[in-house]
C-alpha cells in the first residue's frame, strides 16, 4: 500500500518511502539521518502499476503526447577512479531475489545516459525524510560500485504540497553548475538539520505556512556558500535549460513507474526500494547483484 502521510513516514522510518499520495501536511519532525548501512528496513509492497503523478508546479508544462522513453537521466561524470574499483562479482542466482518480489522488471527498459557503464540510480527528493535517512547508505553503495557502474541521482517532484518542484530545481541546477556533489549532504542538512531550506520549522516544531516555504532566492543564499554566485544560481535555475530537465526527470520517473522514494533504478531495467528488498544492507546487497546480473547479460 502507497504511503499517504509522507511526512508520518519520518516517525515510521522503516518502511522507507515517501509516497506520491495525498499529505496532509504532518506534524511530526523527522528524526536524525542514520548513515548505518545496517539500518532495517521493514518490507513494503510492490509499487502500483500506475505511474505517479509527476508535478507540473515550477516546471515547464509537458507536451502532450512526449514520449518518456526519450527522457535521458541525469548525465554521469566521468570517474577517474573507476580502474581503482573492485571487479564486478560473478553471477550466481541461488533464488535469493525474486523478480516481482524484491525487485521489479521496468518495461519498456529506459535509455541510460552512461554508454558503455552500467548506471545505478537513486530517485529521490531532498525532502523526503525516507531519503535522508538512507541517503548515508546511497554514498555508501557509490563508494562500493564495481568497474563500470556508475551512480547517478534522478529528483522527484511529484510532492509540491511540500514544496519538492523547488528542490528538484536546486538539485538540477547544481548539477548544471558543477557543485552537485560537494553539496548533496549539505542540502539535505539544510532541509532536515537546520531547516533553513525545508518546510518545518526546527525552533516551534511545527510545519512553517506555505508563505513562509523556501524560495529560490533562499537556495541561492544556501549555495553562495559553496562557491556558486546567488544571481548565477538564480539565473541558471530560472533557465529553459533547467525546465527542460525538469520536465525530462518527471517523464522518466514516470517511466521508471516510481511513486515512493527513495527507489533504485539498475541500468534503466529494474527498479526497487530499501523496504521490497528487505532492508537497508539487503538494498545495496540487491543493488549489486543486479549489477552482476547485467554485467554477465542475464
Known amino acids: 500500500m502507497r504511503m499517504r502521510l509522507p511526512l508520518l513516514c519520518a516517525a515510521l522510518i522503516g518502511l522507507a518511502a515517501c509516497g506520491s499520495g495525498n499529505s496532509d501536511g504532518g506534524t511530526t519532525p523527522p528524526p536524525a539521518a542514520s548513515t548505518a548501512a545496517s539500518a532495517p528496513a521493514a518490507p513494503a509492497s510492490a509499487p502500483a502499476a500506475t505511474p505517479a503523478p509527476a508535478s507540473t508546479a515550477n516546471t515547464a508544462p509537458a507536451a502532450s503526447g512526449s514520449s518518456a522513453s526519450a527522457a535521458p537521466a541525469p548525465a554521469a561524470a566521468a570517474d577517474p577512479d573507476d580502474a581503482k574499483r573492485p571487479d564486478v562479482k560473478p553471477f550466481v542466482d541461488e533464488g535469493k531475489w525474486v523478480e516481482g518480489k524484491q525487485y521489479f522488471r521496468i518495461d519498456p527498459a529506459q535509455p541510460t545516459s552512461s554508454p558503455g557503464k552500467i548506471e545505478v540510480t537513486e530517485v529521490f527528493s531532498y525532502g523526503c525524510p525516507a531519503c535522508f535517512q538512507f541517503h548515508g547508505v546511497v554514498d555508501e553503495l557509490a563508494k562500493s560500485l564495481p568497474k563500470g557502474a556508475v551512480m547517478t541521482y534522478t529528483p522527484a517532484s511529484f510532492r509540491p504540497d511540500e514544496n519538492w518542484p523547488l528542490l528538484q530545481r536546486a538539485y538540477l541546477t547544481a548539477q548544471a553548475l558543477g557543485v552537485d556533489k560537494q553539496t548533496h549532504d549539505a542540502m539535505f542538512d539544510a532541509v532536515f538539520k537546520s531547516g533553513e531550506l525545508g518546510i518545518f520549522d526546527m525552533k516551534t516544531q511545527k510545519p512553517k505556512p506555505q ?42 520517473i514516470r517511466a521508471y513507474e516510481v511513486d515512493s522514494t527513495p527507489t533504485i533504478v539498475v541500468n534503466g531495467k529494474y527498479r526497487f526500494t530499501p523496504g521490497s528488498a528487505g532492508g537497508y544492507p539487503q538494498a545495496v546487497e540487491l543493488a549489486q547483484w543486479l549489477i552482476s546480473k547485467e554485467a554477465a547479460g542475464k
Open 211 to 252: 508563505s513562509a516555504w523556501p524560495t529560490i532566492d533562499d537556495v541561492a543564499r544556501f549555495y553562495a556558500q559553496h562557491g556558486v554566485k546567488a544571481e548565477d544560481f538564480v539565473a541558471t535555475a530560472n533557465s529553459f535549460t533547467i525546465n527542460t530537465k525538469m520536465k525530462r526527470a518527471d517523464e522518466l
